[in-house]
């Protein structure tokens, strides 16, 4: 055997004689390292079964605690400390943006962590067309229909106190959206599109509250535009000479419910919003107008009449006196 022979076998032998002694050290390493690799993969892992379509609803000022508990709690993340232990240590911990997350599919706790901290909420942004004079509650359960993280109570609690300024227009709504922040952007519109309004408010002599609440009524009692000018020149003339409006559209808002045929029960309610036996406007509007109402507050039509009724044929009809709104009742609604 040749040198280069006998120093191969010899170090042959030698890996030979060091993989025998070192062998259960080697094997109880690998055996280690591919536990806390399974584990790793496991914790950091979706659970399963996984939640598919679930939405989480993250509240403003949530901590990376309470965030990633609440996750866990939706069976989003399997340990809730090791969110927040991630949030924590890269710094995302303080920017997790509030709002509602939804979770088509399994989502590794990282990739949880990262749409937290960068709100990828997986939900489109919504479009609401709220109608002119339509309520809170109307608009409350709109809402909640399609914004996540809104309930109808949340937004009627939030909106309830500004019935009649939150503007009747179409709005782009985000998951991120709350009841406070929804009622902030409606207000905000009603500002800028009633500032031209000001000049005729003014010189009114009305304040912005009266003017608010008569285009709220005219909303509800006058469907066609053609006939709230008349409505408000008949409403005002009322008002003038000390008689009650008399409005039946005060017993929807009175009792949550679109109607406006009152019973007699309805007519002897209590509430200051009966304008059967309280003069004057009432307290507050009824629906939030839009500007062809408010228009028809600020500049009613000079008009004699002071009652009206919408017939069977849909139409309006008009009387100067108590008898000629009998006359018209037994000839547009019997």
Do not use: C
Not at 175 to 184: E, K, L, N
Request: net charge neutral; proline share 7%; hydrophobic share 45%.
């Amino acid at each position: 055997m040749g040198f280069l022979q006998r120093l191969l076998a010899a170090g042959a032998g030698a890996v030979d004689l060091h993989l025998r002694r070192y062998a259960p050290e080697w094997v109880i390493g690998l055996v280690a390292s591919a536990v806390i690799v399974a584990t790793g993969w496991f914790l950091l892992g979706a659970p399963r079964p996984f939640p598919a379509g679930a939405v989480v609803v993250v509240p403003q000022g949530a901590s990376a605690r309470s965030a990633a508990t609440l996750l866990a709690e939706a069976d989003v993340v399997r340990e809730p400390v090791l969110l927040e232990f991630f949030l924590r240590a890269t710094g995302e911990g303080a920017s997790i943006r509030p709002g509602a997350y939804r979770f088509a599919g399994p989502e590794n706790l990282v990739a949880v962590a990262l749409r937290l901290a960068r709100g990828a909420y997986g939900i489109p942004s919504v479009r609401i067309t709220f109608p002119e004079g339509s309520t809170v509650l109307d608009m409350a359960n709109k809402i909640a229909k399609v914004v996540p993280g809104v309930s109808a109570s949340d937004f009627i609690s939030a909106a309830g106190p500004y019935e009649g300024y939150l503007f009747p227009d179409t709005y782009t709504f985000q998951p991120s959206d709350t009841a406070a922040a929804i009622t902030d952007r409606m207000q905000q519109n009603f500002v800028e599109k009633t500032a031209p309004l000001a000049p005729d408010i003014a010189a009114s002599g009305h304040s912005l509250s009266d003017i608010v609440i008569m285009a709220s009524i005219i909303e509800r009692e006058a469907a066609r535009p053609a006939d709230r000018a008349m409505v408000a020149g008949i409403l005002w003339n009322r008002i003038r000479l000390g008689m009650p409006l008399q409005v039946d559209a005060v017993f929807g808002y009175i009792n949550s419910r679109a109607t406006y045929s009152p019973s007699f029960r309805d007519l002897a309610v209590d509430s200051p919003y009966n304008t059967y036996l309280n003069k004057g406007l009432p307290p507050g509007a009824i629906s939030n107008p839009g500007l062809s109402a408010l228009e028809a507050a600020l500049h009613p039509a000079k008009t004699s009449y002071l009652y009206y009724l919408t017939g069977r044929d849909g139409l309006m009809h008009y009387s100067k006196t108590y008898a000629g709104q009998l006359a018209n009742e037994h000839a547009y609604l019997n």
